[in-house]
């Protein structure tokens, strides 16, 4: 089956370590600060990472996603961190060769307010969203109009799906300084569309941890070609063929994807440490409560009534979230690398996601499709990801790509997304530098 699918830093700013040094992985890690280390499932592939011989924080505390600090230019230099030489000059743009600047730049090229984290306002977000999810099943189940209820489905799948983004960001530590805080909010909001807070915060912080690398990737990573070659009819249908690739989330959240182990449900799971176990059965537990409670409420107003309300709702919420996730990764005009070995880096791998203009559902999602600076700094609140990519883009030149200018409705997505799935099908078993192939026997767009 398909990939699908945080963590960052919160409270005050820390002094910053003085330099980096490159762990034998290949990845660079601030000095006197252990290297991550990786929690393999039973294929080898990591699961999860966490600093070693570092106390955990406070019990609900997460780990940091991104470095606190990366190389300047000449540090860089003086570490032979390769640089592209060639900046600046009338040439080709390479997206796979290491861009003349660093998270450094970036980071400083964004307004402080922007890393500002108000709680008020961040809540203020969950209560629209909840009163918006309420008034609409309500007013669905009073009008029970057939002519309505497909509106319905449409409108109440994207409050789902803007419910999830708000408790992405308490995953990350974005909604607020307050880890008990975030941890409530975030159960709340993932519990009630059936995802496992914890087991999934857990493990899309190994995304971002390993954005854009081939192996340890977690989100809609690419298939090698031994293992796409490796995959049956049924499976390459469903991962490759519409509908299927939108329908994929909790298929994800039981299995995971090809060549990797692990469910998001059982604390043993080589996604999580032992130390992360007493979090995964709390979130397992608040998982099989909701279920519960809408096991009642289907008792109490019909199967039907339920499938209406809520069912049919949370199939379009999913759609939404494997529709969104897979196109800030995949679908660019021109081949977006991914990276293996001493070749990938935080910021590299960070750079090959894509921001995308959804709309009308902008604002309704939470500025979502602002995703490359969320990738880089996922500890920015959603409400300033839109500000701070502004303030980046003369820094990021042409490694930042311009998302396409949507109408209303982001129905030109639906083409980039059919042309992705027939041509992004794996990447070479070799190099560190590699691109999506496609299949000779798949159709050209």
């Not at 083409?415 to 027939?422: K, Y």
Request: glycine fraction near 10%; proline fraction near 8%; charged fraction near 20%.
């Amino acid at each position: 089956m398909a990939s699908w699918a945080i963590s960052s830093g919160y409270g005050g700013f820390r002094p910053l370590p003085a330099a980096f040094r490159r762990s034998g992985s290949g990845l660079r890690y601030p000095v006197g600060i252990t290297p991550l280390r990786s929690v393999s499932g039973g294929d080898g592939l990591p699961g999860s990472f966490r600093p070693v011989g570092l106390g955990r924080l406070s019990g609900w505390a997460l780990g940091v996603s991104a470095p606190a600090r990366v190389l300047t230019l000449n540090e860089e230099a003086a570490n032979g961190e390769p640089r592209d030489e060639g900046a600046g000059k009338a040439e080709a743009f390479d997206p796979g060769m290491p861009p003349p600047f660093g998270l450094t730049e970036i980071r400083a090229a964004i307004p402080k307010h922007c890393w500002v984290k108000d709680p008020w306002r961040s809540m203020s977000y969950v209560v629209r969203d909840v009163v918006v999810v309420l008034g609409l099943a309500v007013a669905a189940a009073r009008l029970d109009n057939w002519i309505m209820w497909p509106l319905y489905w449409v409108a109440q799948g994207t409050m789902f799906w803007a419910l999830f983004v708000l408790g992405h960001d308490c995953g990350h530590g974005s909604f607020s300084n307050n880890p008990k805080l975030n941890s409530f909010v975030g159960h709340l909001l993932h519990s009630s569309i059936l995802v496992p807070y914890h087991g999934w915060r857990i493990s899309h912080r190994t995304h971002h941890q390993s954005h854009g690398h081939v192996e340890k990737d977690e989100s809609w990573h690419p298939l090698s070609e031994k293992v796409y070659k490796s995959l049956d009819t049924l499976s390459r249908v469903l991962r490759f063929t519409m509908p299927f690739p939108l329908l994929a989330f909790p298929l994800y959240l039981f299995a995971r994807s090809p060549g990797k182990s692990g469910t998001h449900f059982h604390p043993s799971s080589g996604l999580f440490l032992p130390s992360e176990k007493k979090d995964v059965i709390t979130s397992t537990a608040c998982w099989i409560a909701m279920l519960g409670l809408l096991v009642g409420l289907t008792c109490f107003i019909s199967p039907i009534k339920m499938l209406k309300l809520y069912g049919i709702p949370y199939v379009f919420f999913v759609m939404w979230l494997d529709f969104v996730t897979y196109l800030h990764h995949h679908g660019h005009e021109d081949k977006l690398p991914w990276y293996r070995s001493k070749e990938w880096s935080y910021l590299r791998g960070g750079l090959t996601t894509l921001d995308r203009d959804y709309g009308w559902f902008n604002n309704i999602h939470h500025d979502i499709g602002t995703h490359v600076i969320h990738h880089l700094f996922p500890q920015i609140p959603h409400y300033h990801l839109v500000e701070a990519t502004e303030a980046a883009k003369p820094v990021l030149g042409k490694y930042y790509r311009e998302p396409k200018k949507s109408g209303p409705l982001p129905l030109h997505l639906f083409r980039v997304l059919a042309r992705s799935l027939n041509n992004d099908r794996f990447v070479p078993d070799t190099g560190d530098v590699v691109y999506y192939q496609t299949d000779d026997r798949s159709c050209s767009s």
